[in-house]
């Protein structure tokens, strides 16, 4: 419990846990609206497809210009994502909040005034560096405002503010042009920007220390705990200095366990310098292996079915002949990933992460693979999801079932929230853009490769490609990831420090344990 002191009678007062929460809650909003308007940015192409594909008039896509564009975003994220570290780590978490909307609010204007294919193309090239570099910013903010007991929720709730993006963008796509949409959207970003100016986001505590300033973490600490005073957060404040200073100073003579009055590595050459703490903070087994657990993790997720339809998503349903309007589905798609991510707020303290991350995957596995039988067994070789000649006219809700049970599935994804508290502090933000960025790799392979896998395998190889993908991920999940729901950030980082171990702890894997 939190505790305020009275300014009449000193007597602790206690502080609800409501307003405690309200106030990391608070905090959390600008960086929410980040991954609203990240949620509308890599949703827009689904809208804009349909339109303009083969279109007679106006604006026209060919196929292999549709197959760009929806996956051309996800390739110049990386570049976002990788820089996004950098950046935070240099002018701070809350400034990077502010500084990430400028990418998004150039892009919506550019696609709002869109004259041509190539700057269609350049604006959706500028949204994906945009959503890039707003990655390490909401990773980073919210992980290191929370306290371990709702971290998980509050980054789940994070999360929820993606899947109103996805919603609120396919709703968009139902009642209004696209042009219209773009300039809707510009609001978000704006609105982000003006919650950091009035000082609603302040800068986390933990960066506040790393750069000797004690006061403003304090403040922030307070501000963070329920508008509290400096007596009631002193024992969490103390752990922050501890752990903090175990982070000033020479990285290199931490390493060696030198003290600080023997450093002299000011003097060795820059250059040299760089790549050697580089060695020591990126390439240590406390940020590689929560990196590969990332990347794994995204790989699987990415590839286990919903992702790289997405942009196509309108005639992937039409082409399965899924029974209802492919964009009434789309719609209903960013329902069930609304409510997915409600519930996942709801239950994220009792399951925990591993459970959910695990059932997740093997339900997208079992749902695509329902796909991918149903299209073999029901659907014409000619069928063809960027060719609308080709789509049945019987439909069925067999198909409809499946790719709503994969939604629900893919929305109880935990890839986002593990990504933001794997990390150490010296590498959290730069290893959360890496892992962000391998995210969008794979996501533009995916996409990109749609086309592809319909041409050869037909839409049966293409999702039975993504099960095994899903099969796979699921006995990787299985056996490496740890459960880090209620842990500290501290805590996580020792799980990598000793040896390389499996986190499968079960009646499952015990009896197996026994028998050898």
Not at 400 to 406: C, K, Q, S
Not at 466 to 492: D, N, R, W
């Amino acid at each position: 419990m939190v505790y305020v002191v009275a300014d009449m009678k000193n007597v602790p007062v206690p502080v609800s846990r409501i307003r405690s929460v309200s106030a990391q809650l608070i905090a959390s909003m600008a960086p929410n609206l980040l991954l609203l308007d990240l949620g509308m940015a890599i949703s827009f192409a689904t809208i804009v497809i349909p339109d303009l594909l083969n279109a007679k008039t106006g604006l026209s896509f060919t196929d292999t210009q549709a197959s760009w564009f929806g996956s051309l975003s996800f390739l110049t994220q990386p570049l976002g994502a990788v820089i996004s570290g950098p950046i935070v780590d240099y002018v701070g978490r809350k400034k990077a909040t502010f500084l990430v909307n400028l990418p998004h609010v150039m892009a919506w204007i550019i696609m709002y005034f869109a004259w041509n294919v190539p700057v269609l193309f350049i604006g959706n090239a500028l949204l994906g560096i945009g959503t890039g570099i707003m990655e390490a910013p909401i990773n980073s903010y919210v992980s290191e405002i929370s306290e371990p007991s709702v971290r998980g929720a509050l980054c789940t709730v994070t999360q929820l503010f993606l899947s109103i993006g996805v919603f609120a963008m396919y709703f968009l796509g139902s009642v209004v042009t696209w042009r219209v949409a773009a300039i809707v959207c510009i609001s978000i970003p704006f609105t982000s920007m003006l919650l950091v100016l009035i000082g609603a986001v302040p800068d986390t505590p933990v960066w506040l220390l790393s750069r000797g300033r004690e006061k403003d973490a304090l403040k922030s600490l307070c501000f963070l705990r329920g508008w509290t005073t400096a007596d009631n957060v002193k024992e969490e404040f103390d752990e922050l200095v501890v752990y903090s200073k175990n982070l000033d100073g020479c990285v290199i003579c931490w390493k060696k366990g030198q003290a600080e009055s023997e450093c002299n590595h000011s003097k060795m050459n820059r250059i040299r310098r760089f790549f050697v703490e580089f060695n020591i903070v990126m390439l240590c087994k406390e940020t590689l292996r929560p990196l590969c657990l990332s990347m794994l993790y995204f790989t699987f997720y990415v590839m286990s079915g919903l992702t790289p339809i997405k942009p196509n998503m309108v005639n992937v349903c039409s082409a399965m002949g899924m029974a209802d309007d492919s964009k009434n589905i789309v719609v209903m798609v960013g329902v069930i990933t609304l409510l997915a991510s409600i519930t996942v707020i709801g239950v994220i303290k009792s399951l925990g992460k591993r459970k959910l991350g695990i059932t997740a995957m093997l339900g997208t596995a079992i749902s695509c693979t329902g796909l991918s039988v149903y299209a073999h067994t029901q659907l014409d070789d000619k069928v063809f999801s960027y060719d609308s000649t080709t789509f049945p006219e019987e439909k069925s809700m067999v198909p409809l079932i499946f790719f709503y049970i994969l939604t629900v599935c893919t929305g109880f994804n935990v890839s986002w929230i593990i990504l933001g508290e794997v990390f150490p502090f010296r590498s959290r933000a730069s290893a959360q853009g890496w892992g962000a960025a391998w995210n969008y790799v794979v996501t533009f392979i995916g996409t990109k490769t749609l086309i592809n896998l319909e041409t050869h395998f037909r839409l049966t190889g293409a999702f039975a490609t993504y099960a095994a993908f899903a099969y796979v991920g699921t006995i990787y999940l299985y056996f490496f990831m740890p459960e880090t729901e209620g842990i500290s950030l501290q805590q996580i980082e020792t799980y990598y420090k000793g040896k390389l171990r499996i986190f499968a702890d079960d009646w499952f894997i015990n009896l197996f344990k026994k028998k050898k």
